[in-house]
């Protein structure tokens, strides 16, 4: 197909294939003339990726070269495949300002949480900074957070997620499954959090 | 106490806790001399409100001064109160071009979903549209959503909603029962988030 006729069916604007071509986030076509290329499938499916990656999951480029540099190294088994597209995903803790201690209190529980859950989780997971740091803040704030309280959280996650990755790897190749898990990580996580603050309305409407 | 007590025990800067009193989100201290005021712990409460709502919750200054006013009137009762704290808490869904028949659809969706879970939410809910906008974005890359699956979701999150809803009213005036939802929603919605990610690392390494 045409430049025009990618865009059209990728949703992507020729300005921006144009950008990832010359990055070489996007592999050229194959040459049909002067100034004239045609692009397949494997076109379409990269720029599906790529839009997941900076748009869906709000990527830097540079996270997006490394991820897709994972996805094309054969050598890379799945599991870390998608373990550095999800790393790449995880926001940043805000920076604060604060006593080093209640940060490696905040760091203990998370590690005492996993354990309670029975959970096998990289030491240099970077969601388990995130965890910390929103107890040490709780905490700041005057909020007791035990890993038993914690506990309750992660049994609501567990079952979704384990299906969440049965159904994720079901028979595509490694660029779908890296563009599936980008955009069920990070669309699912916004329809979890609404969920729950339409489920606080409701009990909350409830007492009254 | 002093201005400057008030602010080593908030946390809050001398500068910041000025401006909160120029601009009428802080009340003025007891004046017991020229350029002296005597601050108390209504003060100390009122800050800890502000930076929750103002640091934690992101709120704009509009946003955290309509919060105020609805804590202060005593004919706004405490569920019209939560909720109004609640809804400026809710993230803008972010604009998208595509077919209004599609977000409709969505929205249809979010209602079949609710009606299944039971929770009885305000038609204008924001969280509403936050789902129907990540259902959209979902099946315009490809995904199937339908109610059963969201339904899950929402049965995930509906105890550990109730059991937050409950802890949160047990005797504290209205400020501080704010304070409490604000910091609560936001801080254990990143600490879920968190936890369901690594679940994903979890039941992911387990499959390999």
Redesign the interface.
Known sequence: MRISELSASS?VSIPTIKFYLREGLLPPGTSIGPNRADYGEAHLHRL?LLR?LTV?GKLSLGDARRVLAAAADAQV???EL??TA?YA??PQPPKRAGDDAELASAWSTVDAT?AS?G????AD?P??G??AH??A??R??G?EVTPEH?V???R???????????IR?QGADREMLVERMV???V??????????????????????
């Not at 699912?188 to 606080?200: P, Q, T, W």
């Open positions: 949703g599906r997941a869906v088994s799945l599991h998608l373990g999800q995903l995880e996993l859950l959970w096998q989780v990289a997971a969601a388990r995130t965890v929103a107890i803040s709780l700041a704030l909020w914690l309750r959280y992660g609501a996650v567990d079952e979704l997620a384990a299906a969440e990755v049965s790897d955009v069920g990580s669309l699912y996580e916004v329809i979890l959090s609404a969920l729950r603050r339409l489920a606080h309305e409701h009990h909350s409407a409830r007492r009254g």
